[in-house]
């Protein structure tokens, strides 16, 4: 089998193409031939053709969107690029589940192929700091005018090592975070004092529970160093868009630890609260629900 793509400078649309394209067919136990070319005879030999050729056709797998007009957008707008056009097929084979292929597509795809075709804005994070996005970290591993042989071919393959390594982990990520999201809600549903959340695990609990508008606090078991659990109280942020906490520890216990910590409290197990106030820390369960019924009290 002959995967082909464009040669010279790549990007991520078909870095994280050709790595969806190798992990599914490492599950066939098949290896394919990647062939990097812009030359339209080679490219007509190709099983799977992508980001290159000027044609769709998923039948005939030619996957490129480069022609006048595009090759269409999602029902939100966002635009196919390479990548999407290719996880749209294989995605529910590669992740076995089509809830988690389009949650890895929410989480990833989208921003790939909106970046790739120049939509979409990057606003600042912070004073003249922009967000470190992962097209920029796939565009890192392109030769540069120094390098004094330009193998763009090397440094492509091990653009698509990094890409497969981060594409298997947003699959297992997406695996958890629909997973957690009964027990988180189920955990929601049982609390008799709703600003307070207390988890068994270290669930992925953020958006679930930013939808609820009165918990404060999600208590959960952290490992610690070697195989100790500590129990993390976090505040709930007010938005996933920004850092502001729905209510913050309070003043005095920011930065303190251990002796500190537990006089300010008068919590005998507590370890470490963050100078940022949005984090503290206790050695039990019990010792965590403390922390967070004084905070709420104050």
Known sequence: ?????????????DVFGVAALLINFAKEKKEPKIIRTRDPETVKTGDIVLDVGGEYDEGQNRFDHHQIGGVGKRTNGVPYA?????????????????????LVDKNLVQFIDAADNGVGQLKLFVAETYPYTIDKAVDIFNPSWRDEKRDFDD??????????????????LAKEILESEKIVEQAYNDATDKR???????YHWEEIIN?????????????????????????????QAN????????????????????????????LFCHNKLFVAYAKSKEGAIALAKKALEQ
Do not use: Y
């Not at 307070?196 to 270290?202: F, M």
């Not at 404060?216 to 938005?239: C, Q, Y």
């Open 155 to 172: 440094w492509f393959f091990r653009a698509v090592n990094f890409a497969s390594g981060v594409l298997q982990r947003e699959i297992q």
């Open 211 to 239: 939808r609820h508008p009165e918990p404060i606090f999600v208590i959960n078991p952290k490992l610690g160093e070697g195989d100790t659990i500590v129990w993390r109280v976090g505040a709930i942020r007010d938005s």
């Open 1 to 13: 089998m002959k995967i082909i793509t464009h040669n010279g400078n790549f990007h991520a649309d």
């Open 243 to 270: 850092f502001v906490n729905r209510k913050d520890f309070p003043v005095d216990w920011g930065g303190k630890r251990d002796e500190d910590l537990v006089k300010v409290t008068g919590v005998t197990d507590a």
């Open 196 to 202: 307070i959340i207390v988890l068994d695990k270290q």
């Open 82 to 102: 390479s990548f999407g056009l290719i996880w749209k097929k294989f995605g529910m084979a590669i992740c076995g589940n089509q809830e988690v292929a389009n």
